[in-house]
């Protein structure tokens, strides 16, 4: 089993900064992917962030130039960012990983943090 825990949420003004953590555990040979999503209240979930293997990034253009997704060195745990932060970034982020399993590749989602931007 494969678990992901999502870390690192809470409440902050405008502007201000918040950095989530993705931590993998489990029976796992390695992640090939690690992405970020957020969904707000009523709204769909959406796509924040991505880091491959390599370390190839990209990201939304909602949040280009304040977020930046990165991995550490085990490749095992990815990190978000987030800078100069607005009402409208508030959701909860959920982080998804592509983990390679001893025979398949499977998906795996984390159970979210809640991120409040308000003054």
């Known amino acids: 089993q494969v678990q992901l825990v999502e870390s690192g949420g809470g409440l902050v003004q405008p502007g201000g900064s918040l950095r989530l953590s993705c931590a993998a555990s489990g029976r796992l040979l390695g992640i090939n992917t690690m992405d970020w999503y957020r969904q707000a209240p009523e709204k769909e979930r959406e796509f924040v962030a991505r880091?491959?293997?390599?370390?190839?990034?990209n990201y939304a253009d909602s949040v280009k130039g304040r977020f930046t997704i990165s991995r550490d060195y085990a490749k095992t745990t990815s990190y978000l960012q987030m800078n100069s932060l607005k009402p409208e970034d508030t959701a909860v982020y959920y982080c998804?990983?592509?983990?390679?399993?001893?025979?398949?590749?499977?998906?795996?989602w984390g159970q979210g943090t809640q991120v409040t931007v308000s003054s």
């Open positions: 880091i491959t293997g390599d370390g190839t990034t």
């Open positions: 998804k990983a592509i983990v390679r399993l001893a025979t398949s590749l499977m998906e795996f």
